[in-house]
């Protein structure tokens, strides 16, 4: 139910982010999570269950609102910093939360039940802390306002030192974006509103197809992309069927597990390799098909392990190089995919490669899990998804020395045409 929902929503929740301008968005991601908790606490019925689901759904949609509400207070230059402090934020709750929960079931004695209350306690002081955001006057695509619409005299306030300054036209700055550090005084930041223009749904929707026609023209945005979907849409079977695979390894009725303690680690331990990536000087270009090929065999590997060694210690070993490598690689793309776009274009392709992947993961679900369709066991799902990666593996291993093979054919006509 989540895997549908979440397909279902996600389309109609990244237009009204931009349209409802972020913050309503976010805080409706919020109100989502604590209904999603507050069920995970009480429901006893299946059907609640997949209520559930549902507001969980929404809540994983509606996350794009809260990476996207950053980008509209702060200078385009600043987008790669403010992006490594929202998920650095997101790793260290997540490692926090694992870490904590681990600790308070094995040495605390906590039940299950006491551990979800501190989530939804969590997640509703978030909730409240949201209603405190200051509401963005302008977005993406329907609320776009042009640096010649500002006002240059219009008096904002240095969020560092307190001080009130003026805004001066010598600074150059992207189209409809303001400097991180200062946000508009009360009741002087409406007069850009006013001059915004009518918002046109249909032109909007006419330019982001003509954006998408000219993103996914060029070979290597269209060979990451196709890459970060297929990936995706396996990351999200193994890591949401993980540990009922465990479950059935090592019941945890019978004896102590450490699922949380090897959330963490893997998140950890993704985030280092994510840090060392980014001081890696290669061709990604020339070598990327190659590498992505490689790595997704060896993703390939970890989950058949993971599924054929049936010791827990193996499959918790097998699964944090899964998500080691993942994570790894995602960055990759992410930056890779980055440098090929305009501002503008961030969420539009991203929004469309998390589309895909999860219309891909919804097939995967509907045939494989569900019991409508296949209903296989959870061995044999997961003897199914990694044959998955290998095939992936097999696609980019093809298309990478078809890509190498070219860049050398053609340097070498250019060698001797010289």
């Not at 301008?21 to 919020?30: E, F, H, N, S, T």
């Not at 990604?284 to 060694?309: C, H, K």
Request: glycine share 6%.
């Amino acid at each position: 139910v989540w895997t549908y929902s979440y397909l279902a929503l996600l389309f109609p929740v990244f237009l009204a982010t931009d349209y409802l301008r972020y913050k309503p968005v976010v805080l409706l991601q919020g109100l989502s999570l604590i209904v999603t908790w507050f069920l995970l606490l009480y429901a006893q019925e299946l059907w609640a269950l997949q209520f559930l689901e549902f507001f969980y759904g929404m809540g994983t949609a509606t996350d794009i609102a809260y990476y996207s509400y950053i980008y509209s207070v702060v200078d385009v230059s600043l987008y790669q910093k403010v992006t490594s402090y929202c998920r650095s934020a997101t790793l260290v709750g997540y490692t926090v939360g694992s870490v904590s929960g681990q600790v308070l079931v094995s040495v605390a004695g906590w039940s299950l039940f006491s551990l979800n209350v501190i989530s939804l306690t969590s997640i509703s002081i978030a909730f409240g802390t949201a209603w405190f955001l200051p509401m963005p006057q302008k977005s993406l695509f329907f609320h776009h306002v042009s640096s010649q619409q500002l006002s240059w005299e219009m008096k904002v306030m240095d969020c560092k030192n307190g001080s009130v300054v003026q805004d001066h036209p010598s600074v150059q700055r992207a189209p409809g974006w303001e400097d991180e550090t200062k946000v508009p005084l009360n009741g002087e930041g409406h007069s850009a509103e006013k001059q915004e223009q009518k918002v046109d749904i249909i032109k909007v929707l006419k330019d982001l197809w003509r954006d998408f026609l000219q993103c996914y023209s060029f070979r290597t945005m269209l060979c990451w992309s196709v890459w970060w979907a297929l990936s995706t849409c396996g990351y999200f079977q193994v890591i949401n069927y993980a540990q009922g695979l465990w479950e059935m390894v090592l019941p945890s009725h019978s004896t102590d597990i450490y699922n949380g303690a090897v959330e963490a680690a893997s998140t950890l331990l993704g985030a280092v390799a994510v840090v060392v990536v980014g001081h890696i000087k290669t061709s990604w270009a020339t070598w990327g098909e190659v590498a992505l090929a490689l790595f997704s065999f060896l993703i390939a590997a970890a989950v058949y392990i993971m599924d054929t060694v049936r010791n827990i210690w193996v499959c918790y070993a097998s699964y944090v190089v899964f998500r080691i490598i993942y994570m790894l690689l995602i960055t990759i793309a992410t930056y890779q995919i980055a440098t090929n776009l305009s501002v503008e274009r961030y969420a539009l392709v991203f929004g469309v490669n998390t589309f895909i992947a999860l219309a891909l993961q919804t097939l995967l679900t509907l045939i494989v899990v569900d019991a409508s369709g296949l209903g296989l066991d959870i061995f044999t799902q997961f003897m199914i998804y990694a044959s998955y990666f290998a095939a992936i593996s097999l696609v980019f291993l093809g298309s990478g020395i078809y890509s190498i093979t070219r860049a050398y054919r053609r340097q070498e006509q250019t060698q001797s045409r010289s």
